[in-house]
């Protein structure tokens, strides 16, 4: 299973946010100089973000965006869920798009099914906490991009 862009900077924008006080703000200019990414992808994630209620925005002068919730009551694999377009992981997956001719004998979409959520389940188990658990070094490092 492979992330797609889109749910990696969703993912590196709330780690971002998570290493600073949830009153503090933070731009996309400074998310986007600490991971040396783009900024014109990190405002359509950042959107995407806002409007599924993980971050806050503030538009303007002294604006920004910060995390809408602690860290503890982000789940990691509801991100990934809201974030990634598609979990069709082969052609079967697809109701629409399923032209494999194999597909009523087949039994790899079940396997690969079965290992699908049991990916996902792993990813239930942790919130953005759990990733913050070098919280101090991971801000350091950021820091030192933005510097």
């Known amino acids: 299973m492979r992330l797609t862009m889109y749910t990696d900077f969703s993912l590196r924008i709330l780690l971002y946010l998570g290493t600073k006080e949830r009153s503090e703000r933070s731009t996309i200019q ?18 995407e973000l806002g409007k599924a209620g993980y971050i806050e925005t503030v538009r303007g002068r002294g604006g920004g965006i910060r995390l809408a919730h602690a860290p503890e009551e982000i ?3 509801e991100v990934i869920r809201r974030m990634e377009d598609d979990f069709h992981l082969v052609e079967c997956f697809n ?4 032209g494999c001719p194999i ?6 979409k079940g396997v690969l099914g079965k290992a699908l959520n049991a990916y996902l389940q792993v990813l239930d188990e942790y919130t953005l906490e759990d990733l913050l ?8 490092i950021l820091q030192q991009q933005n510097a």
């Open 75 to 77: 789940n990691i694999g």
């Open 95 to 98: 109701p629409a798009g399923n």
């Open 103 to 108: 597909t009523p004998v087949c039994g790899l």
């Open 133 to 140: 658990v070098n919280k101090n070094g991971l801000k350091v």
């Open 30 to 47: 400074e998310i986007s100089d600490a991971y040396n990414i783009s900024k014109n992808h990190l405002v359509k994630v950042a959107h």
